[in-house]
C-alpha cells in the first residue's frame, strides 16, 4: 500500500498537535542536551586545541634559532638534539612551517599581527620532546640550551599552563557525560511521546490492519513525527550554539591576554559543528520513535 505525500503530512500533523505538551517537552530536552554537546565541541575540543596548539604532539619544549643563525649553527643544533640520550623526538620548524603555526595560532585573535609581520621575520626552531618526562629534568634540559651560539631563547612551558589544560580535559569528560545522559533522556522522552501517539489512535490502527494496511504503512508516520522532534531540537541547537559561541567570542575579545581568549575555533569548525547537532538531532529522533513502534506495532 503506497503512502501518499498528503496523508503522510496530515498524520504527523495531527499526532503533533493532539500531544503538543509532550512534543514541546522532547524538543526542549534535545534542543538543552545538543546546545550543551554543541558548546562542548567549540570550546573543549577546538578550542583548547587551538589555544594549545604549540603544545600538541607533547612537546615539552622549543629551542628558538635566532634569525642571524647561519645553516652550519642550526644543523649543530638540530644534530646535537638527536643525538642526545635524554631527547624522544624532535622536529624542525621551518620558516615555512613557523609560519603555518604562527598564522594558525594569532589568525583568530590577532589578525593585526599577522598582517604586520612578515614570513622572514619569524625565528626557525626545534620541538624537542624528552624521553625522561620530569619537570625538572626537562626544565634543565632546556636550559642548557640557551647559552649555546646561534640560539635566540628556549621556551619551556609553565607547569600552570599544564594544570590548565589537564582540568579543561576533565571538564570536557564530565559534560559529555552530562549530554549522553541527556540524549538518552531524550530518546526516552520521544519514545513515550510515540508510544501515546499510538495508544491514542489504537482504534484507528486496528481498523487500518482489518482493510489490509501493513505495520509500515502505519508506522511511518509516528517515524516521521520522531525525527521532526529530534529535527527541530537539533536546529534550535545549532542556533543557540551559534549565539552562545559568538558571546564567548566577543568576551574573549575583551580580554586579549587572557588563556581563555585563546578558546576559539575557525568557521569551517564551526559550521561542522552545527551539521553534526542537526544530524544527531534527527538521529535521536529516529531512533526513538523507532523503538516505540517496533514496541507497540509489532509485525
Known amino acids: 500500500m503506497a503512502i501518499r505525500p498528503d496523508y503522510l503530512v496530515r498524520e504527523t500533523g495531527q499526532n503533533l498537535i493532539r500531544n503538543w505538551l509532550l512534543s514541546t517537552a522532547t524538543v526542549l530536552i534535545v534542543t538543552v542536551s545538543l546546545t550543551m554537546l554543541g558548546i562542548t565541541v567549540l570550546v573543549g575540543y577546538f578550542g583548547l586545541d587551538n589555544a594549545f596548539v604549540r603544545w600538541n604532539n607533547d612537546v615539552s619544549f622549543i629551542v628558538y634559532m635566532d634569525s642571524t643563525a647561519t645553516q652550519p649553527q642550526i644543523d649543530a643544533i638540530g644534530a646535537e638534539l638527536k643525538a642526545s640520550k635524554l631527547v624522544d623526538t624532535v622536529e624542525y620548524y621551518d620558516t615555512n612551517k613557523t609560519w603555518d603555526l604562527f598564522v594558525k595560532i594569532f589568525k583568530q585573535t590577532n589578525p593585526e599581527m599577522v598582517s604586520s609581520t612578515k614570513r622572514e621575520d619569524l625565528p626557525t626552531s626545534f620541538r624537542v620532546k624528552p624521553s625522561n618526562p620530569d619537570a625538572s629534568v626537562v626544565r634543565e634540559m632546556a636550559a642548557s640550551y640557551r647559552p649555546k651560539t646561534g640560539v635566540y631563547d628556549v ?33 526516552v522522552l520521544i519514545f513515550i511521546a510515540i508510544q501515546t501517539a499510538v495508544f491514542s489512535r489504537r482504534r484507528e490502527i486496528e481498523v487500518m490492519r482489518l482493510v489490509g494496511a501493513t505495520n509500515w504503512f502505519i508506522r511511518i508516520p509516528f517515524l516521521v513525527e520522531g525525527v521532526i522532534q529530534g529535527l527541530v531540537g537539533g536546529l534550535l541547537a545549532a542556533g543557540f550554539t551559534w549565539v552562545l559561541g559568538s558571546a564567548w567570542k566577543s568576551a574573549g575579545a575583551s580580554m586579549k591576554n587572557s588563556l581563555l581568549a585563546q578558546f576559539l575555533w575557525q568557521p569551517g569548525q564551526a559550521l561542522l559543528t552545527y551539521g553534526a547537532l542537526i544530524a544527531i538531532g534527527s538521529f535521536v529522533g529516529a531512533v526513538g520513535s523507532a523503538l516505540s513502534v517496533s514496541w507497540y506495532l509489532r509485525v
Do not use: C, N, Y
Open 155 to 187: 621556551d619551556f612551558p609553565a607547569e600552570q599552563v599544564r594544570t590548565v589544560q589537564r582540568a579543561a580535559e576533565r571538564i570536557r569528560l564530565w559534560l559529555l557525560v552530562g549530554v549522553i545522559a541527556l540524549l538518552i533522556a531524550s530518546v
